[in-house]
T-cell receptor
Framework: AQSVTQLGSHVSVSEGALVLLRCNYS??????LFWYVQYPNQGLQLLLK??????LVKGINGFEAEFKKSETSFHLTKPSAHMSDAAEYFC?????????FGAGTRLTVKP | EAGVVQSPRYKIIEKKQPVAFWCNPI?????LYWYRQNLGQGPELLIR????????DSQLPKDRFSAERLKGVDSTLKIQPAELGDSAVYLC??????????????FGPGTRLTVL
């Protein structure tokens, strides 16, 4: 069975700094990959997804992620953090309708 | 467009009591999912519906959990009897893509269950 691992349960950056949230998958067949964001007391919201088209995927709010098969990774980046980016971020992979989420990374943005 | 609606938002019960959660998906979304999210973890799938048919309930603990989606629209998830370990957030999600692996799932705000 596939699994998704997010390195770092907490990441803290300063406002304006680069955001890098790491995600790796383990599967012999690369899954379709997703990044979701969860704000307090809200449901998960899709940021972006990789569906075998372009390996560099752009999403909402200035986020993007690059699928690297050789590294089995799908890291999420944003050039400049904003206070409103503070939230919980989940990476997920879907293989044959078996959707697996990582444990999440809580992003804190310092003023 | 209204999002996925869940109720109640919070529920506190004593162990061995029954509890039910309700979900109304986005209008026109045929695929509905129930997830459980334990504290500090990502969501884990409990059951997936295509219209009124449960097409994947392999992760649903059937000794105490049950779900239904009688008319292929809203859905109810029930636990009877609840155990301490059932304390979690129960999330409902829906898609309009026919249950494809590439579908974007739209999530409700969840029901936070506390079992005392």
């Amino acid at each position: 069975a596939q699994s998704v691992t997010q390195l770092g349960s907490h990441v803290s950056v300063s406002e304006g700094a680069l955001v890098l949230l790491r995600c790796n998958y383990s599967s012999s067949v690369p899954p379709y990959l997703f990044w979701y964001v969860q704000y307090p007391n809200q449901g998960l919201q899709l940021l972006l997804k990789y569906t075998s088209a372009a390996t560099l995927v752009k999403g909402i709010n200035g986020f993007e992620a690059e699928f690297k098969k050789s590294e089995t990774s799908f890291h999420l980046t944003k050039p400049s953090a904003h206070m409103s980016d503070a939230a919980e971020y989940f990476c997920a992979g879907n293989n044959n309708n078996d959707m697996r989420f990582g444990a999440g990374t809580r992003l804190t943005v310092k003023p | 467009e209204a999002g996925v609606v869940q109720s109640p938002r919070y529920k506190i019960i004593e162990k061995k009591q029954p509890v039910a959660f309700w979900c109304n998906p986005i209008s026109g979304h045929n695929t509905l999912y129930w997830y459980r999210q334990n504290l500090g973890q990502g969501p884990e799938l409990l059951i997936r519906y295509e219209n009124e048919e449960a097409v994947d309930d392999s992760q649903l603990p059937k000794d105490r959990f049950s779900a239904e989606r009688l008319k292929g629209v809203d859905s109810t998830l029930k636990i009877q009897p609840a155990e301490l370990g059932d304390s979690a957030v129960y999330l409902c999600a829906s898609t309009d893509g026919g249950g494809q692996a590439t579908d974007t799932q739209y999530f409700g705000p969840g029901t936070r269950l506390t079992v005392l």
